[in-house]
């Protein structure tokens, strides 16, 4: 009695207690499994940092730049989600998404890159 892929139905030559025929047949097996099962909370937020960082990144190719709080909203970005923080001397808070962060003020964003001073 044989057996057949759990992916792609190619019947299996081994051991009795092979399910698939490939790794390649074995990853995207789970990678579908994983893609049906929706989004969870972790994936949710993961992806909410990357586009936040992303965004940053592409409206911050100075390493400081100022933008309309509603640009940078309106290409997605999500101000509640964000990595770590850092004050300055004055007492301003900026938020960062890995390297690169933003300060709100008013109806902008003050947006800047991590540097080697921050970490005092």
């Keep these: 009695?044989?057996?057949?892929?759990?992916?792609?139905?190619?019947?299996?030559?081994?051991?009795?207690?092979?399910?698939?025929?490939?790794p390649y047949c074995k990853s995207s097996?789970?990678?579908?499994?994983n893609k049906?099962?929706?989004?969870?909370?972790?994936q949710k937020i993961d992806k909410h940092l990357k586009t936040n960082r992303r965004?940053?990144?592409e409206f911050n190719?100075?390493?400081l730049a100022t933008?309309?709080?509603?640009?940078?909203?309106?290409?997605?970005?999500?101000p509640?989600?964000?990595?770590?923080?850092w004050k300055n001397k004055e007492g301003k808070v900026y938020l960062f998404c890995y390297e690169?962060?933003?300060l709100d003020i008013k109806d902008k964003y003050v947006l800047v890159t991590w540097q080697k001073y921050m970490e005092l």
């Design 67 to 78: 933008i309309r709080k509603e640009k940078l909203l309106r290409s997605g970005f999500e």
């Design 29 to 33: 097996y789970h990678y579908q499994k």
């Design 1 to 22: 009695m044989s057996n057949a892929c759990l992916y792609c139905d190619t019947i299996l030559e081994g051991r009795i207690d092979k399910k698939f025929c490939t």
């Design 55 to 57: 965004l940053l990144k």
């Design 100 to 102: 690169y962060g933003f």
């Design 61 to 63: 190719k100075a390493g």
């Design 80 to 85: 509640k989600y964000f990595t770590h923080y």
């Design 36 to 42: 049906e099962k929706g989004d969870s909370m972790f």
